[in-house]
């Protein structure tokens, strides 16, 4: 595994095939797709050896756009690269003059397989703020308003000054408050009926945006390039050095909703409305320039266009067995109008962050497609006073070496070898539907395409990508030569959070075999987390889209395949049967799997299966085995701390087992263990060893 992990921790990339099977039918014989986990914008320490930021432009093959790397194929005397994807001869320009063997540019070194340029922008003076539309329920009850109130201007505290921050606050009715009123005493608020959906126009006509200059009348408005005073913009986005005192001042006037809510009735919350005006808003002030929609929702939605469940509380909110049974009315409603939301949002490339705390659901499951095609954070917490939330809201603003690393205005691309075409990506991303001879046919995730839009991402963020071969036979003289590499090159374009834009590029090469006598090399190459984690979030993707899919018979099958191909047994033997050390816990992976909340879903409520899938979906390799499988390590006097077995076997009177399954972290304290510890000999100085403190932190992943 640790070469595995060493590739990983060079580019940024798994793979479950690190020798790949070099034909259509070979791949499908291989049940796991060729494809990888790739974590686009992934932090490397920094040392004498870390990936270089080049000062420059980089250079690009003349026909298919890829860029110069380390396994073009230089020509020193006569200046000329060969593109490993397509094969021209580019030659170099001049400013490349110098280049002889002993002296490269750092992006033909054979270590930076993964790169970045950053060629001189428009720089500082220029670059756009950072912009946070804060978007607050208010039909919750009064303790938690208080814990949310303080929650949200700790995090105005840690607002970086040059960012620009807006406030809408929803419940019946939807309030956009003016926080750039210049001279007002109290802020002015304007307030929307929470009940109809509101265009853009009338939005921009309501808020008076075409008072000093009328509407223009042609064209979409978008910014001040295209008519919008910018005076009329900062009554609504301000700056946050600016406006603390207002937004601070704002909060601590803010009410509960005050509509009385009959006691047989839900309170009336159009969660729908407030987020679809907050869309609008930042479309028509800051279209194209990084801006979060930071939602705080303590409940369902009851009331306009993306309503999950009735007033009525006789009526339950939706749960797996509705969906099952399609029987749920309002959620096709919802979940359509959150996936237009996404669309307006991805077309202006702003992102929307989920911040759900309740005891009820609030409508996760249809908000699912907003949060991760913009690549959202969503935090899921039974009230706004859990360390949670409180933590995780903070998280957003960090700065300094822990924080998130959040990136704005994220483009990924990919170029491979004309072998192979991709078909798609299961991730936060959105198609950017740039159809091309790379793209396949048959589309998993966001496919057709390409080319994505990554509106948020940060260091944290991993795509799985799904590649299909097509070479339909190897001719017996390409068996015998030496081209036999598949290359792969992602690109991702991206605003760093210090606001200029750079380019990362990873380059990769991956040896091919077919034909028999293969089985013995993808076995070599086989990395058994990564296909644990990409076959997660394949049956996770089905589940969702396909309705008559069985999830358990498809994992079965998988396995029953994987094993009878990849496993040494002779027939009809059973006790002959083995696995090599690469295979062997592949099988327990699936076991686990087939038992998470991933698949049985039914012990969870659709909102909960809905986050848990957007973690999944977003997270490394590493973090999603642990939600797979949990890891149990055990801690005692005899010896170090050590993983112990997932079994019964593992309790014993004198340990503390640590149960993480990423979710949740689980402390057990043996029958002794927790007699010192009533005995308080964990405070007796003396006694300091038994003081296990276990440092965890869940935010901290
Ligand atoms: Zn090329």
Known sequence: MTEFMDLEAQDGVRMPWNVIPGTKQEASNCV????????????FPVNNNSMPILPYAPLRCRTCRSILNPFSIVDFAAKIWICPFCFQRNHFPPHYASITDDNLPAELFPQYTTIEYEPPGPGEKSSVPPVFMFVVDTCIIEEEMSFLKSA???AIDLLPDNSLVGLITFGTLVQVHELGGFGQIIPKTYVFKGSKDVSKDQLLEQLNFFIKKPKPSTGVIAGVRDGLSSDTIARF????????????????????????????????????????????????????????????????????????????????????KDLDKDSAPHYHKAVKFYDALSKQLVHQGHVLDLFACALDQVGVAELKV??????????????????????????????????????????????CSKDIKVQGIIGPCASLEKKGPLCSDAVVGQGNTSAWKMCGLDKATSLCLVFEIVKKEIPDAT???????????????????????????????????????????????????????????????????????????????????????????QKDSPSSFSLSPRFSIFPQFMFHLRRSQFVQVFNNSPDETAYFRMILNRENVTNSVVMIQPSLISYSFHSGPEPALLDVAAIAADRILLLDSYFTVVIFHGATIAQWRKAGYHNQPEHQVVNFVVDFDFNAK
Request: a negative charge; proline letters at 6%.
């Open 32 to 43: 796991v797709p060729v494809s990888a986990i790739y974590t686009p914008i992934k932090a």
């Open 479 to 569: 068996l015998q030569s030496t081209n036999n590499q598949f290359y792969f090159q992602f690109l991702t374009y991206y605003q760093h959070n210090c606001g200029q834009m750079r380019l990362r590029v990873t380059t990769l090469s991956r040896r091919w075999v077919a034909g028999p006598g293969s089985v013995q090399d993808l076995i070599a190459g086989f990395d058994q987390e990564a296909a644990a984690v990409v076959m997660a979030r394949l049956v996770s993707f089905k589940m969702e889209i396909e309705a008559e899919f069985d999830p358990i018979r498809w994992l079965d099958k998988a396995l029953i395949h994987m094993c009878s191909r990849f496993g040494d047994y």
């Open 370 to 415: 907003a949060v991760e095609k913009t690549g959202g954070l969503v935090v899921l917490s039974d009230s706004f006073g859990h360390a949670v939330f409180k933590d995780s809201v903070r998280r957003v603003f960090h700065s300094g070496d822990y924080d998130l690393g959040l990136s704005s205005n994220g483009i990924f691309e990919i170029n």
């Open 237 to 320: 986005l301000v700056p946050a050095f600016d406006c603390e005192f207002t937004l601070n001042s704002v909060l601590e006037e803010l009410q509960k909703d005050p509509w009385p809510v009959p006691p047989d009735q839900r309170s009336t919350r159009c969660t729908g409305t407030a987020l679809s005006i907050a869309a609008s808003l930042l479309g028509a002030c800051v279209p194209g320039s990084g801006a979060r929609i930071l939602a705080f929702v303590g409940g369902p939605s009851t009331e306009g266009p993306a309503a999950i469940v009735s007033k009525n509380l006789s009526e339950p909110i939706r749960s797996h």
């Open 152 to 154: 949200l201007s700790q």
